[in-house]
């Protein structure tokens, strides 16, 4: 079983609707982040977690909301889709000990229609 | 804010020969970590190698080393006796020490390595 398990892996909605992401990981790492990878731009930095407790926003927050339901999961959310959200989508983690993202998910493609 | 800039967006190389992506980043930091990341046709991000600044020998991984030249800000990533699995985007990114919040990434250099 991955390390990282994120659903769904491709998602294809429409402008307005509620999307939810999910994460889980089995490395029973603290840290947990959401990036999105756009073509041209890399991967930015959305939000991220280092305990249940504590929820921090990245560099393009804005749309977007998180959950840290246990120290297992992470779950992001658009509240409202537009098409300019449509991009690749991972969840990754760490240790406490871990200076960088160690273990990242498969992705889940988003199109917004 | 730190920038990390990959000028080639894509590169081939022929199976077994030597392939060198380059990166270069800006910063005021002196001390700072660098690394490199493989993404497969998978979409997978797997980390390849990472190199703290304050090392002056540049991190080898088996046929992956680099070449950290820190006053020109510059990091390239040595492909030794490519193989067909090396066929990837490459992200280089860069991350200030104990603050993994900000982790930056480079736009990519997709690598095909053919037969």
């Known amino acids: 079983d991955a390390d990282v398990t994120q659903t769904p892996r491709n998602r294809i909605t429409k402008t307005g609707k509620r999307i939810m992401l999910e994460c889980s990981q089995t490395?029973?790492?603290?840290?947990m982040y959401w990036y999105r990878q756009d073509p041209g731009l890399g991967l930015r930095l959305i939000y991220y977690s280092f305990d249940v407790k504590d929820i921090n926003k990245g560099e393009i927050s804005d749309g977007y909301s998180v959950s840290r339901q246990a120290q297992a999961k992470f779950s992001l959310s658009l509240e409202s889709a537009i098409p300019n959200q449509t991009a690749l989508y991972f969840c990754?983690?760490?240790?406490?000990?871990?200076?960088?993202?160690?273990?990242f998910g498969d992705g889940t493609r988003l199109s917004i229609l | 804010a730190q920038t990390v800039t990959q000028s080639q967006p894509e590169m081939s190389v022929q199976e077994a020969e030597t392939v060198t992506l380059s990166c270069t980043y800006d910063t005021s930091e002196s001390n700072y970590y660098l690394f490199w990341y493989k993404q497969p046709p998978s979409r997978q991000m797997i980390l390849v190698i990472r190199q703290e600044a304050y090392k002056q020998q540049n991190a080898t991984e088996n046929r992956f080393s680099v070449n950290f030249q820190k006053a020109a800000k510059s990091f390239s990533l040595k492909i030794s006796d490519s193989q067909l699995g090396d066929t990837a985007m490459y992200f280089c990114?860069?991350?200030?020490?104990?603050?993994?919040?900000?982790?930056?990434f480079g736009a990519g250099t997709r690598l095909t390595v053919k037969p």
């Open positions: 990754a983690t760490s240790d406490q000990q871990g200076d960088q993202p160690q273990h």
């Open positions: 990114a860069f991350m200030k020490p104990h603050n993994n919040n900000d982790m930056r």
């Open positions: 490395k029973g790492h603290d840290r």
